[in-house]
């Protein structure tokens, strides 16, 4: 079975662009959260989506935004960016009727904003 | 005080020894508590949870859980230089709460 992907693997912008990730969860899996990861630190929770509603956000500025799809795929979009930006972004994917609720990972997209 | 504390290492141990991964939380609330691998460079690997006190064994790994003293820890039992890599603890209450994380290193 695939695991959870991410697009693009690597970005590059400047500040003040915006940037659009892309993650698909495992099959049959509709819920979608994303991280930030930052160098030295542990993922930071931004959002959790469940059957396109958003279930939880994190202590990110409105410039972070998402959304699910009907497929359960979810977009992650982040506006003016800054140069703290830069970070590992993650999308895990989980099943929340699962007993603990278990998130998966993808790959990760690597955004540098220079 | 951090809602997930981890010791950043990193913890250096010979191969075959147990290496011990400690982990505390803050919030006497959290529900299940999570064991993620991450290599450098990749991204979070689950290792495995637990959400109930005592201890819980998957081949050479054992995740422990003390509620009362609001402490995790995971062993590793004879260890390889593979398992060299940035361990992170994960509690989660309404959402998932990640320390910093463990780098081991294992000797040859």
């Known amino acids: 079975d695939a695991g959870v992907t991410q697009s693009p693997t690597h970005l590059i912008k400047t500040r003040g662009q915006h940037v659009t990730l892309r993650c698909s969860p495992i099959?049959?899996?509709?819920?979608v959260s994303w991280y930030q990861q930052v160098l030295g630190q542990g993922p930071q929770f931004i959002f959790q989506y469940y059957e396109k509603e958003e279930r939880g956000r994190g202590n990110f500025p409105d410039r972070f935004s998402a959304r699910q799809f009907p497929n359960y795929s979810s977009e992650l979009n982040v506006n003016a960016l800054l140069l703290g930006d830069s970070a590992l972004y993650l999308c895990?994917?989980?099943?929340?009727?699962?007993?603990?609720?278990?998130?998966?990972f993808g790959p990760g997209t690597r955004l540098l904003v220079l | 005080q951090k809602e997930v504390e981890q010791n950043s290492g990193p913890l250096s141990v010979p191969e075959g020894a147990i290496a011990s991964l400690n982990c505390t939380y803050s919030d006497r609330g959290s529900q299940s508590f999570f064991w993620y691998r991450q290599y450098s460079g990749k991204s979070p690997e689950l290792i495995m949870f637990i959400y109930s006190n005592g201890d819980k064994e998957d081949g050479r790994f054992t995740a422990q859980l003390n509620k009362a003293s609001q402490y995790v820890s995971l062993l590793i039992r004879d260890s390889q230089p593979s398992d060299s890599a940035t361990y992170l603890c994960a509690v989660r209450n309404y959402k998932l709460i990640f320390g910093s994380g463990t780098r081991l290193l294992v000797r040859p």
């Open positions: 099959s049959g899996h509709k819920s």
């Open positions: 895990a994917s989980s099943l929340l009727q699962e007993v603990p609720e278990t998130q998966y």
